[in-house]
T-cell receptor
Framework: DGGITQSPKYLFRKEGQNVTLSCEQN?????MYWYRQDPGQGLRLIYY???????QKGDIAEGYSVSREKKESFPLTVTSAQKNPTAFYLC??????????????FGEGSRLTVL | QKEVEQDPGPLSVPEGAIVSLNCTYS??????FMWYRQYSRKGPELLMY????GNKEDGRFTAQVDKSSKYISLFIRDSQPSDSATYLC??????????FGTGTRLLVSP
């Protein structure tokens, strides 16, 4: 079945540690996105990538880093510079080149808790 | 002021009720309007996708867009307990990033 796989589902880390969240898709989509979801704030865009080896900052990129070495994979690293990393992280993808960006496919999310 | 405003709820209704969920927005460049449904601890899934103004119906769901008032709605007829979820509106202009509302939590009681 085609879809987006995020791992791990739940992650606990100590303050000051870097953490990498995995996102893999087998939908053959060009564009991939990372969002952060906090209660009362909706989804906020962290980073996005329209093509392999290229990515752009979203609205809240500070303290995060990404790579896009393969079309299928878009891992997100939450660094120790991120001041409030505890959140629900969502990876999404869609076919690039469409006028509207609405038909995003989301993964199941990764809940990161920093102790 | 946020670009997209959405009442967080929760909205509690009995089974069988008609549900109305709404969002207002301020950016007149938005042309594409979406509703996503998100169950607890899961990723959002696309429910309805509308371009420009008008109505779109899909089963028990109807999406309405009024660009003159900058107002979009999602109606759910004959609501079921399985409709209990958070509903997120989202919108964008051409080749622009999506802007999401905060989501409305809906509870349908049997």
């Amino acid at each position: 079945d085609g879809g987006i796989t995020q791992s791990p589902k739940y992650l606990f880390r100590k303050e000051g540690q870097n953490v990498t969240l995995s996102c893999e898709q087998n939908l053959n989509h060009d564009a991939m996105y990372w969002y952060r979801q906090d209660p009362g704030q909706g989804l906020r865009l962290i980073y996005y990538s329209q093509i392999v080896n290229d990515f752009q900052k979203g609205d809240i990129a500070e303290g995060y880093s990404v790579s896009r070495e393969k079309k299928e994979s878009f891992p997100l690293t939450v660094t120790s510079a991120q001041k409030n990393p505890t959140a629900f992280y969502l990876c999404a993808s869609h076919l690039a080149g469409t006028g509207g960006l609405g038909e995003l496919f989301f993964g199941e999310g990764s809940r990161l808790t920093v102790l | 002021q946020k670009e997209v405003e959405q009442d967080p709820g929760p909205l509690s209704v009995p089974e069988g009720a008609i549900v109305s969920l709404n969002c207002t927005y301020s950016n007149s460049a938005f042309q594409y309007f979406m509703w996503y449904r998100q169950y607890s601890r899961k990723g959002p899934e696309l429910l309805m996708y509308t371009y420009s103004s008008g109505n779109k119906e899909d089963g028990r769901f109807t999406a309405q867009v009024d660009k003159s008032s900058k107002y979009i709605s999602l109606f759910i007829r004959d609501s079921q307990p399985s409709d209990s979820a958070t509903y997120l509106c989202a919108m964008s202009g051409s080749f622009q990033k999506l802007v999401f509302g905060t989501g409305t939590r809906l509870l349908v009681s049997p």
